[in-house]
């Protein structure tokens, strides 16, 4: 069983730039959570979704991000004209419900790194 | 609200001392799970330990060893004898029962010199 799948697992991008982060969560999971964590902090959480929906995004920037998790493939983190400050990793996390009893694992991540 | 303070910043040890990461929590939930992660210099998140806030019993894991005190809200972790390959930073990480998020402290960066 294959855990929470990210890519791709560095991604370098040029100010104004579009980037695409790919989560491909656990087999049999259906909910997914982005956290970011910027240099030297901890991971804050964006955004958590559901198998077509966004239950709370109440972490996720108001401007230039969205995510979604369609029906068929992976999660998408979207950062449309990319900053500096957008520079980060990008970590994925899985579980089979909702709930705090319901252990979420995490994926690799991925950095973004804008020039 | 929900916080996390990791208040060690960096900790350096010799190989083979003993060290303690301090964590402590805020929530006014009653129910609530503690978590800690490794993050190697590779940068993945590795889990090491999920405690509810109805299970105060400490536990063991090989060298690793947890101190969950709801008295004084901490969940501190122990590496006894630390070997070169403990060095990471270790997150400690807060959920409530009801939610969805993970609050996560700014962690404790863990250098163990041979």
């Known amino acids: 069983n294959a855990g929470v799948m990210q890519n791709p697992r560095h991604l370098v991008r040029r100010r104004g730039q579009e980037a695409r982060l790919r989560c491909s969560p656990m087999k049999g999971h259906s909910h997914v959570y982005w956290y970011r964590q910027l240099p030297e902090e901890g991971l804050k959480f964006m955004v958590y979704l559901q198998k077509e929906n966004i239950i709370d995004e109440s972490g996720m920037p108001k401007e230039r991000f969205s995510a979604e998790f369609p029906k068929e493939g992976p999660s998408i983190l979207r950062i449309q004209q990319v900053v500096r400050g957008d520079s980060a990793a990008y970590f994925c996390?899985?579980?089979?419900?909702?709930?705090?009893?319901?252990?979420?694992?995490f994926g690799p991540g991925t950095r973004l790194t804008v020039l | 609200a929900q916080k996390v303070t990791q208040a060690q910043t960096e900790i350096s040890v010799v190989e083979k001392e003993d060290v303690t990461l301090d964590c402590v929590y805020e929530t006014r939930d009653t129910t609530y799970y503690l978590f800690w992660y490794k993050q190697p210099p590779s940068g993945e998140l590795v889990f090491l330990i999920r405690?509810?806030?109805?299970?105060?019993q400490n536990e063991i894991s090989g060298r690793y060893s947890w101190n969950f005190q709801k008295s004084t809200s901490s969940f501190n972790f122990t590496i006894t004898a630390s070997q070169v390959v403990d060095s990471a930073v270790y997150f400690c990480a807060l959920t409530r029962n009801t939610g969805n998020q993970f609050y996560f402290g700014t962690g404790t960066s863990l250098t163990v010199i041979p």
């Open positions: 405690r509810n806030s109805f299970d105060e």
């Open positions: 996390a899985s579980s089979v419900g909702q709930g705090a009893r319901n252990e979420q694992f």
